[in-house]
């Protein structure tokens, strides 16, 4: 039997199984900006990261909410769409792959994923932090009391 025309890996797992560890190296990869795993699965998840990344880009309500549903992790979704994507400047290969050796117990390539350039993760904790002194600030505020004067 022919294997033309397949496309993705199996990894030797079930498809809810395959899908489950994807979405977990690609939201790891996304909160971390570098994670360490087998060449084969970072090649794997290459394919679906710079997908959601090209997705964030384009932005929109429509986009927000494909990417929300690929990762299944809302943290990292709205990490992607608000932190990462508008701070990538290029329009294709967001990510590089490194040789990092083989692995001690069963010999298996390792490698290196992470983002191509470099993302500054600070800019979500003074966004964080602006909302809430402006949610502090109206809270604060005395309300204005209405009097009627009686005649």
């Not at 939201?27 to 084969?40: D, E, F, G, P, V």
């Not at 792959?97 to 993760?121: K, L």
């Amino acid at each position: 039997m022919h294997r033309h025309g397949y496309k993705g890996r199996k990894f030797g797992r079930k498809t809810d199984q395959r899908l489950a560890l994807t979405r977990g190296l690609m939201c790891s990869l996304i909160k971390y900006q570098t994670i360490t795993t087998t060449l084969a699965r970072a090649k794997e998840i290459r394919r679906g990261t710079e997908k959601l990344v090209t997705m964030a880009k384009k932005g929109g309500l429509a986009n927000r909410r494909l990417i929300i549903a690929r990762l299944n992790d809302l943290e990292a979704a709205s990490l992607l769409i608000d932190v990462i994507a508008p701070q990538i400047k290029r329009d294709s290969g967001y990510l590089r792959i490194e040789h990092a050796g083989t692995r001690r117990g069963d010999n298996s390539e390792m490698g290196t994923i992470s983002f191509v350039d470099d993302i500054n993760y600070d800019v979500a904790e003074k966004k964080t932090d602006e909302k809430a002194s402006k949610s502090d600030k109206k809270a604060v505020k005395p309300k204005k009391s209405v009097k009627k004067e009686d005649k």
